[in-house]
């Protein structure tokens, strides 16, 4: 049953006025949306599981999640601020400070400015307002958990996110992002209030719901997640945890990676396949691991794929990792190919396929207090030495603002501690973006640079 609440409109509109809502159409319809969702009216909200790995994960990066879709004219910068504070009053988590207390962490919903959250900037030199926004911190304590950069240059619109992992990963920003250009477009176009944001669910048990109840019984016992150990390591200077965060990144393009892509499919791989593949050979390289040495890599597997009707969720995480373990490195980048291509298969007749391994973190963070969790969820946490993210194909046409969609997008993740190396990927307009993010030293970042070099070798050697 819907609740209604009735709000003062006169202290509630000049709330609204003052964090930056120029538009009094839009202020009258988001006092009347707000009325009747009142749950999104609340000055606190729990963690839910997958808030609270992230919450944990600080141990081993930074938490946060970095993304930039371009876009070839100049974006209506008043519409844009109303459609973010309208963003921001739908999904308080994303105005809200992280309270890390030891019994039960929670979001405290925090008051702000449409300044805090969008940040506009006319520059000549992209490049290092990029790089600069990039490396920017967003602590818990902040009243806003997502930064937007509005870089304008050259008559192009650069839309850079970084934002708290806690809040969503990278199939959740997708989900938020085409939100916004949807509201957005309308909003420009049609003069509709942008009020089209979810408000769904944020726990992590929507991902049994369309299991129907005898799978999602077994689903719910799949305790062990077992993740190889093993000795190979990027060959930093040493693991020493940095201030500095670097992103190394290449582009590859469209004939160099369609000639890649055709080749993996003529084999039965996939483009994930041939992004492990890539990955496993170019380390070899550069860290002297032999043809019959066994490697694995870990590969983010988005759990959505469960979930039949994904406008019922929120934005949030739903993530998990397999683990393409194989027996021997091969003798180059082909063999390499079809070993992680066999083992891929493999993994996917798994009808759990990335469930394992969640309801064991479920029991620890409702059993126990925060702090007795976190400690016994570090002793078998095992952060992955090596690991792909495929956030996978941008469609210009899902993320629109207002006449055109993206001509490019890059996608970068955490910057994690060495010697974790995690190489996040998309493609768009059929060119492949590959990135590393990490706390290191102008050493590491060579290193980056040098592995990336072999990456970029290897899609072109097709």
């Given at each position: ?166 809040c969503m990963d990278g199939g959740g920003f997708k989900m938020f992002w085409s939100d916004f250009c949807k509201n957005y477009s309308e909003y420009v176009n049609k003069g509709t209030s942008p009020l089209g944001f979810s408000t769904g669910s944020r726990k992590y048990t ?257």
């Amino acid at each position: 049953m819907n609740l209604k609440i009735t709000l003062d409109y006169g202290t509630e509109a000049e709330t609204l006025r003052k964090k930056g809502i120029t538009d009094e159409k839009v202020i009258k319809d988001l006092i009347s949306f707000k009325e009747k969702h009142p749950h999104i009216l609340k000055k606190r909200y729990p963690t839910e599981m997958y808030d609270k790995v992230n919450l944990m994960c600080r141990n081993y990066m930074d938490r946060l999640a970095r993304f930039e879709m371009d876009y070839d004219f100049v974006v209506d910068i008043e519409k844009f601020r109303n459609t973010a504070v309208c963003c921001l009053e739908s999904v308080p988590c994303l105005h809200s400070q992280v309270i890390n207390h030891p019994i039960a962490p929670y979001w405290k919903v925090c008051d702000y400015t449409v300044d805090e959250f969008v940040i506009v900037s006319e520059t000549d030199d992209i490049n290092k307002a990029k790089e600069e926004f990039f490396s920017r911190e967003i602590p818990l304590k902040s009243n806003i958990q997502m930064n937007i950069g509005l870089f304008i240059c050259n008559g192009k619109t650069y839309v850079c996110f970084i934002w708290n992992h806690m809040c969503m990963d990278g199939g959740g920003f997708k989900m938020f992002w085409s939100d916004f250009c949807k509201n957005y477009s309308e909003y420009v176009n049609k003069g509709t209030s942008p009020l089209g944001f979810s408000t769904g669910s944020r726990k992590y048990t929507d991902v049994y719901k369309d299991l129907g109840k005898e799978k999602a019984k077994k689903a719910k016992l799949q305790f062990a997640n077992v993740s190889p150990k093993i000795k190979h390591r990027f060959p930093f200077e040493n693991d020493n945890k940095e201030d500095s965060v670097i992103i190394v990144s290449r582009k590859i393009g469209e004939a160099d990676f369609l000639k890649a892509k055709d080749y993996a499919k003529s084999i039965g791989a996939t483009v994930t396949d041939l992004l492990l593949a890539s990955y496993i050979d170019s380390l070899s390289k550069i860290a002297d691991i032999g043809a019959d040495e066994k490697i694995s890599i870990s590969c983010a597997t988005d759990l959505r794929r469960y979930i039949k009707d994904l406008s019922s969720i929120g934005y949030t995480n739903h993530v998990s990792f397999t683990h393409c373990s194989i027996d021997r490195k091969g003798n180059n980048l082909k063999d390499t190919l079809q070993l992680v291509r066999d083992k891929t298969r493999e993994i996917k007749k798994d009808e759990f396929m990335g469930l394992h391994g969640l309801p064991l973190l479920n029991i620890a963070y409702k059993t126990m207090v925060y702090l007795q969790a976190e400690t016994v969820v570090k002793l078998f946490y095992n952060n992955p030495t090596f690991s792909v993210s495929n956030v996978g194909v941008i469609v210009p046409e899902l993320f629109t603002l207002g006449k055109e969609g993206p001509f490019d997008a890059f996608v970068a993740g955490a910057a994690k501690n060495k010697p974790c190396a995690v190489m996040t990927a998309l493609t768009i307009n059929n060119t492949l973006s590959v990135s590393m993010c990490l706390r290191g030293t102008e050493k590491d970042k060579e290193i980056l640079e040098n592995f990336f070099t072999e990456y970029e070798k290897n899609i072109q050697s097709f």
